[in-house]
């Protein structure tokens, strides 16, 4: 398993390769407070069908967690943001890895993350974002986002689908392009029917991106 430092830590990342050999997108997918369950795992493997590569990064690692509390994570937001920036810097210096075309999907707090990142940082050219949002302290200083997905339950209780529609409105200010949509009757997990719209909008997104022709999601 490929690894990488980050505060003096080494951080593992689980690699999901495409079938054929070459230079491919990559896909960063970052886990929510639950941690990096087994449920991911699935939609990393259909991810990389499309055809890119696929990084799980465990960046829990950094501060010993497996899962937190949500009164913890402000207190180690920026320690996970720096860990998701140095597997940024992993990916980008992978000789198999399209420098021009990298993702992060991140779901709930890893969304918050992935944001938060993408709006430093002009290397990320796509952005999906499952159940998150945008943090509060950055909206003053927001000047770049790529294009980015919005999916979100509207019964989400966890996270409230109004923080959706907060980052709707940024990207409608920064003029950048987008699509959201919102799964009526869905909570902070989608179920059923949702879940396979769900994988489609991200597998369409992601190929209408990256000109990816894979299997799909």
């Not at 920036?85 to 980008?92: E, G, H, I």
């Not at 529609?165 to 200010?173: D, G, P, Q, R």
Request: aromatic letters at 10%; proline letters at 6%.
């Amino acid at each position: 398993m490929p690894s990488f430092t980050s505060g003096g830590k080494q951080i593992r990342l689980d690699h999901y390769t495409p079938a054929s050999k070459g230079v491919h997108p990559a896909i960063i997918l970052v886990h929510g407070s639950g941690g990096p369950l087994r449920s991911v795992d699935p939609i990393a493997q259909q991810a990389a069908n499309l055809g890119a590569h696929v990084f799980v990064v465990h960046y829990f690692e950094r501060t010993g967690h497996d899962w937190v509390y949500g009164s913890t994570i402000e207190q180690h937001f920026p320690e996970w943001l720096e860990t998701l920036r140095d597997a940024l810097d992993y990916v980008l210096r992978q000789p198999e890895v399209d420098k021009d075309r990298v993702a992060l999907l991140g779901f709930s707090l890893g969304a918050y993350l992935s944001v938060t990142l993408c709006a430093e940082d002009d290397r990320i050219a796509a952005l999906v974002d499952l159940f998150g949002g945008i943090p509060k302290h950055i909206l003053p200083s927001v000047k770049h986002l790529p294009p980015t997905l919005i999916l979100h339950g509207e019964a989400d209780t966890t996270v409230p689908v109004s923080e959706a529609y907060v980052l709707e409105s940024v990207l409608k200010k920064l003029g950048v392009p987008y699509d959201m949509q919102i799964f009526p009757g869905q909570g902070h997990m989608f179920t059923g029917v949702a879940q396979f719209r769900a994988a489609a909008a991200i597998a369409g997104f992601l190929a209408k991106q990256f000109q990816l022709s894979g299997v799909g999601l």
